[in-house]
């Protein structure tokens, strides 16, 4: 297994250097950065040159995309625009650790930006997928063993409202009903009632810092985007558990008298959940990206929104570093799938 | 289920990394919606949001008002020659850009600052800190991104009198002293001078010229309550990331008595980034104050009152800003070729109702307020008759100019009659360019209605404005390429200044492979106006400028390129049971200065 997986990283390597090729050209060749100067009488045909000189935006595309790769710490630049070099650049390069500073935040590093904002994300991202495995699996078990009952039945129904509703639509009832008008009946005299926040990952008033708040604020976005993913997640659970303990070595496993718990839990819901490796193994890697409806609207300060943001800005550097963590997310996450499939399945080998 | 377990751990883990806040806020707290998080303080940010931050821990040399008054900040008086603060001092200097030396007169501007005011951190403020902006605008070989604007260009030298005096002299005419290339007060020197315990000087030789980069200064690493250092009523305590900047009075403002005390103890900017999660925000009582929102609709079609203009206890008010689309007309060789007739670019504006366009969109009374002219309104000739809704005489003008309703179906009760034509059969079709700015596509689809009931068929596009609407020439952009024929967007004037935009208006801002950072895309090209405009800019007389002010302005009215269309109001919504809004309807300025005068406010009674 070893072997296989030093292979897959060195596969890895040229389709990285492709990705990073195409989202370099694709950003920076997408619009200036700086237009919104052309705008401002203030800024003189010199200063724009400067700025851009400062900034390398300059530069032919090929020779930005080896500065961003080797830094242009060795190549004089010309930033008054007489045709001669007058400073070395700063930067060192991808390859030397140094993905670059923001074009929008300026004096700030890309990488900087990026780790502000990934533990926001991680946080929202990581209880969403723990909160969609655990009710998605106990959900479709459940419909399961118990098909075509009431239950499942009413399950199915309430699977297929979510599922086909956009994220933001079931943000903003979320919000409107529990945030809103619990919060004004709250007010308006009904002291017993509770409320969820808003907006944000703290209150605006009176904070005090604690984890509970931080928790109590998770709530709105936590159920917003786990309750589409479950819609999701408990069908390929149900429908794996079916196509399971439908199968001989299930009825074996009756015949030889195991309960029916040691059945389920042990026996099929670890051949049932292959397809649901599969799905987490696909989706995962995207937590990294952040959910940027749900960030945008209830004001989280994570990955999606820092992507938004740096895409207005066309900041070339954040967006390059964001494309390439995810990418490299997506080919990790698919060698864990495959070794977990080993641990899951040992019918599978690797070759 | 290890797999899920592992998932709860790094979960519990992120949590404790996340799990930290701000301090709960004693005394009078005022909580404002932000809906951006700024990215650095001004002025190296890209952002308004960051510029608006200032009017919390900064002040000017001076300000003006909603009444376009300016008054007094930092320095005892605003100079003038009538307070003997304004002179004159003779120069030769090339006027004309054609060689020859002429005399002239330039400006010399005494900045005499007010005695006892202090920074935040307690160190007085003195003429070193001008001196200190002085040399960094007129830095040689500068690495920084600060905008000089025409500092370097216009200003001869500064020099310090005395601790609480300068004199500022410029090299050329230049009546905008006032509002243009002026000093600033407002960084502290010592933070930048010297070893300032972070290691960082702008003189990094001694030799007593700036050689070094500002940006890289720690005053700018950030928000960093701790190396922000202002003159204002507020100083930054805290700054959390992704939540809000935290306001607390400045324990050395007010001490004089041209320093009011605020009543408001902390202000806090909390970054809502979502509209209709600002306006739950507000209604709730998380927040106390909204603004920078599109307030133009207070009700439904039924009448109702809807969004901020429905909730109890809030009251929305607005003030003036300095933006006001416009519908501008190409006349320019790319446009369609009726364009290019000074009686069909009048037409089409007569067939646009634009008072009751700027009543729908901007609330009612904003269509009779609309301006006449391109320049603020105290600089317009004021002869200059608006060009009313006039349908009849739309459909004359087009007449006159060759385009005909052929098969006679404009009628009152025909709100779409075929597009006129020419005598070659041309039908008539116009190209009509805005950007997604709401409610611009809103009005613009009213216009194309408002033309197609006098023959005209406006083809619509909404496209994104930096990148392509007013991409330079070079860079394909459609108004500098001159691809269009109709475009709705806004253009700032010096809300003090008669001065004409002179990259917008004169014929050397045409666009062409010879000159492909040109701004002109309407193609207005008069020597006559250019040189009216020119020695507006360059008249020291306020009086005289005026004159050619009025003489040049007729001449860009009648070219028909350029029409109001809606000023565009700042909207504020408050929460009157925890602030008294009367107090605060001063609030509102010109250009950025929205909390300029916000040590006035009070809570609710």
């Known amino acids: 297994m070893g072997k296989y997986i030093i292979r897959r990283i060195l596969q890895a390597i040229p389709l990285l250097l492709i990705i990073a090729v195409l989202t370099f050209v694709l950003l920076k060749t997408v619009g200036d950065p700086l237009q919104y100067l052309v705008e401002d009488p203030r800024v003189t045909e010199a200063e724009r040159f400067r700025l851009r000189a400062v900034l390398g935006l300059n530069d032919p595309l090929p020779l930005q995309f080896v500065h961003w790769l080797i830094g242009d710490d060795w190549y004089l630049r010309d930033i008054d625009n007489d045709g001669e070099g007058d400073v070395y650049g700063e930067r060192r390069g991808v390859l030397r650790g140094d993905f670059g500073e923001s074009i929008r935040v300026r004096n700030r590093d890309a990488i900087e930006i990026i780790g502000e904002k990934l533990p926001n994300t991680l946080l929202l991202g990581i209880t969403v997928y723990v909160v969609t495995i655990t009710v998605s699996l106990a959900v479709g078990i459940f419909a399961a063993t118990h098909p075509y009952s009431l239950a499942d039945n009413i399950i199915t129904s309430i699977s297929f409202v979510f599922f086909s509703m956009p994220i933001y639509l079931v943000a903003l009832i979320m919000i409107y009903i529990f945030a809103v008008q619990f919060r004004l009946a709250h007010d308006g005299g009904l002291d017993w009632l509770p409320y969820l926040p808003v907006q944000g990952m703290r209150p605006t008033r009176g904070a005090t810092g604690t984890l509970a708040e931080l928790a109590w604020h998770m709530v709105l976005p936590v159920f917003s985007l786990a309750s589409i993913s479950i819609a999701g997640y408990s069908r390929f659970v149900r429908a794996s558990m079916l196509e399971v303990i439908n199968s ?104 | 289920m290890k797999f899920v377990r592992v998932l709860a751990l790094l979960a519990i883990l992120a949590l404790v990394l996340v799990g930290t806040g701000v301090r709960a806020q004693e005394g009078v707290t005022m909580i404002i919606g932000w809906e951006q998080e700024p990215d650095l303080p001004s002025p190296l940010s890209n952002s308004a949001f960051s510029a608006y931050l200032t009017n919390f821990y900064a002040r000017d040399i001076w300000g003006w008002d909603t009444e376009r008054v300016i008054h007094a900040e930092m320095v005892e008086e605003v100079p003038t020659p009538d307070n003997g603060l304004v002179t004159f001092v003779p120069v030769q200097v090339d006027i004309n850009g054609d060689g020859e030396l002429e005399d002239a007169e330039a400006p010399q501007v005494t900045y005499r600052l007010r005695q006892g005011m202090l920074w935040s951190d307690g160190t007085p403020i003195t003429s070193a800190d001008c001196m200190f902006y002085h040399n960094v605008m007129m830095q040689p070989d500068p690495l920084d991104s600060w905008q000089r604007g025409d500092y370097p260009a216009v200003v001869a030298s500064a020099e310090a009198i005395d601790d609480y005096t300068v004199v500022l002299t410029y090299n050329t005419p230049f009546p905008d002293y006032l509002t243009d290339a002026t000093l600033s007060c407002g960084f502290p020197a010592h933070k930048f001078l010297g070893d300032n315990g972070a290691g960082f000087t702008m003189d990094t030789d001694g030799d007593g010229v700036f050689d070094a980069n500002i940006d890289e200064a720690p005053y700018f690493d950030g928000f960093n309550p701790a190396e922000l250092i202002g003159y204002g009523p507020y100083v930054l305590s805290e700054y959390n990331v992704g939540a809000n900047a935290v306001f607390t009075r400045n324990p050395n403002w007010g001490i004089n008595d041209f320093e009011q005390v605020p009543a408001i103890d902390t202000i806090i900017t909390q970054f809502i980034l979502e509209s209709e999660q600002m306006q739950n925000a507000l209604e709730v009582g998380d927040i106390d104050l909204a603004f920078n929102f599109a307030g133009d609709r207070p009700t439904d079609a039924e009448g109702n009152p809807i969004g901020y203009y429905a909730m109890e206890n809030v009251e929305v008010f607005s003030t003036v800003g300095v933006f006001i689309d416009g519908i501008w007309m190409n006349s320019g060789p790319n446009a369609f070729e009726a364009m290019q007739d000074v009686r069909v670019r009048e037409g089409l504006i007569h067939a646009i109702n634009r008072r009751g366009i700027a009543d729908q969109f901007a609330g009612p009374g904003a269509g009779a307020a609309l301006t006449r002219a391109w320049v603020p309104a105290q600089f317009t000739p004021p002869d200059l008759p608006f060009r009313e809704y006039d349908v009849d005489g739309a459909r004359q003008l087009l007449t006159d100019a060759g385009w005909i309703d052929d098969d006679a179906d404009e009628s009152a009760d025909n709100p779409r009659p075929t597009p006129r034509v020419n005598a070659a059969g041309t039908p008539f079709i116009v190209r009509f360019y805005t950007t997604p700015v709401v409610p611009r596509p809103d009005i613009q689809t009213v216009i194309q209605a408002q033309l197609a009931a006098v023959g005209v068929r406006a083809q619509l596009f909404v496209v994104n404005g930096p990148t392509v609407l007013f991409a330079s020439f070079a860079e394909r952009g459609i108004l500098n390429t001159g691809e269009y024929d109709i475009a709705m967007y806004a253009l700032s004037n010096n809300p003090l200044s008669p001065n004409g935009s002179a990259d917008n208006f004169r014929c050397a801002g045409i666009p062409s492979n010879e000159n492909p950072e040109g701004r002109n895309s309407t193609w207005f090209c008069d020597p006559e106006y250019d040189r009216l405009d020119f020695l507006v800019s360059v008249t020291n007389d306020p009086t005289e400028r005026l004159q050619y002010r009025f003489a040049a302005e007729p001449i860009f009215y009648n070219a028909a390129v350029w029409s109001s269309i809606r000023p565009r109001l700042q909207y504020y919504a408050v929460r009157t049971d925890r602030f008294n809004v009367d107090s605060m309807r001063d609030m509102g300025t010109l250009s950025s200065n929205y909390f300029r005068r916000v040590e006035f406010w009070q809570p609710a009674s």
């Open chain 1, 248 to 351: 001989d070595y299930i009825r074996t496993a009756h015949a030889k008298g195991l309960s029916n718990r040691r059945i389920t839990f042990l026996h099929a819901l670890k051949n049932a959940s292959l397809p649901l490796v599969t799905l987490v193994g696909l989706d995962v890697p995207f937590i990294l990206g952040g959910a940027v409806v749900t960030e945008q609207i209830f004001s989280w300060d994570g990955m999606g929104l820092l992507f938004i943001r740096s895409l207005e800005a066309l900041d070339a550097p954040v967006l390059i570093l964001f494309t390439m963590m995810t990418a490299i997310a997506v080919v990790v996450m698919q060698l864990v799938t495959d070794v977990t499939y080993a641990w899951l399945d040992p019918r599978v080998r690797f070759s």
